[in-house]
């Protein structure tokens, strides 16, 4: 019964959050017509056609996540994207406890796993993102090797039936990879068997080879795991101006959790009983997320399952009333009953985040041509508005575009030296533009452009010669825009 209460109000309680989201992924909408493109068109897509902009390949290392979201939004509706977010968060932390209950035996005290999903969910909860799946994944990999530390070796031949899998849809495949070198340098350390960590790592590398693009798709995995993104904030660090104040949560908890690490290993003294696996894990994803905030959930859920026995066994025999379950789970199912009855269970419009009025205007206006804008919101813009109109570029970065075209959109937005050059060399027809930037205003006043539509965060411009008639103004209802959320015109 404790067991059943405790996966019930942790199912509960994720779901309350999941809820909570303002808007879908920047990304989403590429992922969806990826995923229209294998289930209706019958292949993976390897050619951009969205953009006016040069492309080369799309190396789509997100491509089976695309095919999951689009056939659960064609087959479920779009109320099954945030059920299917749920439901993944769900299994990393029903994982996560398969792994306390193998080390620990007790992996039922829901408080720690609380902390662990308030410090989680604002890193993801902008449902749903492909990188979920190598959360899960890798939570997997983690059980299943802690089974093989047991003795239990032959579990290691579900993993190389794993890795084409991960491969195909999320380049996070590296991190599985990755846990099978550290397994190996850990029980190296640990003066116990490894070589079955690099055989399997060996056995797992050819596999890496079935996807669509062949070898030249792990040339690209490697160089995109290891590029620069200085103009993508969710690659910076936790530290960096842009992030200090945020994430306060996540901070604090690792903070916590480190400290309590050290003191334990500074009370022990005997080094020679330290676990150099558990540990090499905690510090390699402790430097992914203090690295980039994209990767924090990794130390997330590696404290989660390797932290937990030792913060519980510390304080074993402190005596605790016999009502702390009954508080703890009383407060967690209030504040998810109170989530829950706080705002509508709806799909989430975007209507504050994403260009949304902005698109209405183009389509009802029939606006036709090449757009300009920010590249968060280029796969929106191009989901809603192809084949009538094209994008400068997109989320999908190093999957489709050359390096200059960020950096050139940067200038062009903070008005630097040579701010024009982008519209020299790709020349829009219509321009779509946040009022936070500073070219907003150096537009409005420009005699080239004309604001012809200014709505609560962006601006539409068009070329002057171009703007001088009377459009039809977009709909002010956000039932209007959640119903037609997902609506769009590109056929395959």
């Known amino acids: 019964m404790k067991k059943f209460l405790f996966y019930i109000t942790l199912f509960i309680l994720i779901a309350a959050f999941s809820t909570t989201a303002s808007h879908f992924d920047n990304d989403l909408w590429a992922r969806l017509i990826a995923g229209m493109g294998v289930i209706e068109g019958g292949h993976v897509l390897t050619q951009d056609f969205l953009s006016y902009t040069p492309v080369h390949t799309w190396w789509d290392h997100e491509w089976g996540a695309g095919v999951i979201f689009y056939v659960f939004l064609k087959y479920f509706g779009s109320y099954s994207l945030i059920i299917l977010q749920a439901l993944l968060v769900f299994a990393i932390f029903f994982t ?7 080390r620990y035996n007790n992996p039922y005290n829901l408080l720690f ?5 308030v410090t989680l969910m604002p890193m993801i909860n902008t449902p749903i993102r492909c990188h979920l799946f190598s959360f899960l994944l890798f939570t997997v990999f983690i059980y299943i090797l802690e089974k093989v530390r047991s003795g239990n070796d032959k579990l290691l031949f579900i993993i190389p039936a794993i890795v084409p899998i991960w491969n195909n849809i ?12 550290i397994y190996a340098l850990g029980e190296f350390l640990n003066k116990k068997p490894f070589k079955k960590y690099i055989i399997t790592f060996l056995a797992c590398c050819p596999l890496l080879f079935i996807n669509p693009w062949g070898y030249d798709y792990i040339k690209f995995i490697l160089m995109a795991n290891t590029m620069p993104r200085p103009d993508i904030t969710e690659w910076w660090n936790i530290f960096s101006k842009y992030h200090l104040a945020h994430y306060m949560g996540f901070k604090f908890f690792m903070l916590i959790l ?15 009983k330290i676990d150099k696996t558990k540990y090499i894990i905690i510090l390699v994803t402790l430097y992914l997320a203090i690295s980039h905030v994209k990767l924090m959930p990794f130390f997330t859920i590696s404290a989660l399952c390797f932290i937990y026995e030792d913060f519980y066994e510390l304080i074993k025999n402190i005596k605790i009333p016999a009502y702390k ?12 009953l109170f989530t829950f009855l706080s705002k509508d269970f709806s799909v989430p419009s975007g209507i504050d985040i994403y260009p949304v009025k902005e698109v209405e205007f183009i389509k009802q206006n029939k ?6 804008a920010n590249f968060n919101y280029g796969s929106y813009i191009a989901y809603k508005l192809y084949p009538y109109n094209t994008i400068y570029m997109d989320g ?5 575009y050359y390096d200059y075209m960020l950096p050139l959109q940067k200038q062009f937005f903070l008005v630097l030296p040579q701010w024009q050059l982008v519209l020299k060399l790709f020349k829009p027809d219509i321009m779509i533009i946040e009022k936070n930037y500073p070219v907003f205003e150096v537009l409005n006043k420009s005699k080239e452009w004309k604001l012809v539509y200014e709505g609560k965060g962006f601006g539409i411009f068009l070329p002057s010669i171009k703007a001088n008639k009377n459009f039809i103004q977009p709909d002010n209802s956000e039932k209007y825009y959640k119903n037609n959320l997902f609506d769009t015109d590109i056929k395959f």
């Open 96 to 102: 996560a406890s398969k792994v306390i209950k193998h």
């Open 113 to 117: 796993y609380f902390f662990s999903i």
């Open 170 to 181: 999320h380049g996070g495949i590296v991190s599985g990879i990755g846990l099978l070198l």
């Open 258 to 272: 480190i400290t309590f690490e050290v003191c334990i290993n500074i009370k022990q003294k005997n080094w020679a």
């Open 325 to 336: 379950d009954k508080l703890v789970y009383g407060f967690i199912l209030f504040l998810s």
């Open 367 to 372: 606006l036709e041509g090449k757009i300009f």
């Open 396 to 400: 999908r970065y190093e999957e489709v």
